[in-house]
């Protein structure tokens, strides 16, 4: 995938890549660009650079962070010799560097080289990697990101990880898969994940990531109801707030259909039974009722006669 702004150094790079057998995407540097590197997950990226936007640097750090992309080689192509980025270029995210104008010959040898090391690296990594899938959870979704051969690495990992204990931890939460980096998947990889959907009883819908596997699922899925799949991350994003907002304007409709209901008006409170009620007398301010004092036989003592 080579990334460039300029006309003039975009058809050089057609024209140097012209006949080849690999598929090679040329386009321009956009909003847009990052998200479809994530999803096509390409062996290399040549970056054509100005030195004047800091977008162009803050995109290959980006990058960088995500767990797809931050060990594809990334090969920038500068416009002349600077030796400040010469000296920095590691720090900045680049794999190497390459003045143009590009010669043919040895920007596909350098290219050949980077992507033998990267994918000697990444077959190295899976060898020694312990853990074949990660788990990103939080935000009400939970990630399985696979990151190796399916039927080898992964769906062996998947029984230790779905106990039951997990499964019922996770009902209330999005489930989604990210197969981006995975090297192969067809049929039989669809139909695992098809069985694999079964044991989250309580969801809808299991969301797969799928980049460039995208036309394996939309071929071979046979249960499409269950199965949401997307290309990138963003799509996946997009989808989740777009269910969240109809949720939110679902609860506004049925607590202003509530409200006509009950006459437009707020119900009253719900009246106080009796037996709730408990009187309590203050301590300090006992009421003590008066007692006549005992009858002596006295005229004093006697009570008035009662009036007519």
């Known amino acids: ?16 890549f012209l006949g080849l057998r690999q598929r090679v995407v040329v386009t321009r540097f956009s909003q847009t660009v990052q998200e479809y590197a994530k999803s ?22 980006e990058l960088r962070r995500d767990v797809i992309t931050h060990n594809i080689p990334i090969l920038a192509m500068i416009p002349k010799e600077d030796a400040n980025f010469i000296a920095n270029h590691k720090a900045l995210g680049f794999t190497d560097y390459m003045v143009k104008p590009l010669i043919k010959q040895p920007l596909l040898d ?34 399985f990101q696979c990151r190796a051969n399916l039927k080898r690495y992964v769906f062996p990992e998947f029984k230790k990880i779905f106990t039951p204990n997990f499964l019922k931890s996770i009902q209330a939460e999005r489930i989604c898969f990210d197969v981006r980096v995975v090297p192969e998947l067809g049929k039989d990889e669809v139909e695992v994940f098809e069985r694999v ?20 699922f939309i071929e071979h899925a046979t249960d499409e109801e269950k199965m949401l799949v997307f ?15 109809k949720k939110e304007e679902q609860r506004k409709k049925e607590k202003k259909e509530k409200f006509v209901k009950d006459g437009g008006k707020e119900r009253p409170p719900a009246p106080t039974l009796l037996s709730e009620v408990k009187i309590q007398i203050p301590i300090n301010d006992p009421i003590i009722p008066e007692v006549p004092p005992p009858n002596t036989g006295s005229e004093e003592s006697n009570p008035p006669s009662a009036q007519p």
């Open 197 to 216: 959907m079964k044991i989250f009883l309580g969801h809808e819908r299991v969301v797969f990531i799928a980049g460039r596997h995208m036309g394996a």
């Open 1 to 16: 995938m080579a990334i460039e702004n300029d006309l003039n150094s975009s058809q050089d790079l057609e024209n140097i």
């Open 110 to 143: 350098r290219i050949h080289s980077l992507i033998e090391e990267y994918k000697f690296s990444e077959s190295s990594k899976t060898r020694d990697n312990m853990s074949f899938v990660v788990v990103d959870r939080g935000h009400g979704r939970v990630l």
């Open 40 to 61: 096509s997950n390409p062996d290399i990226i040549l970056m054509g650079l100005t030195f004047k936007d800091k977008k162009e640097l803050e995109f290959v750090l």
């Open 231 to 245: 290309m990138a991350p963003n799509e996946f994003d997009e989808y989740v707030r777009m269910e969240d907002q």
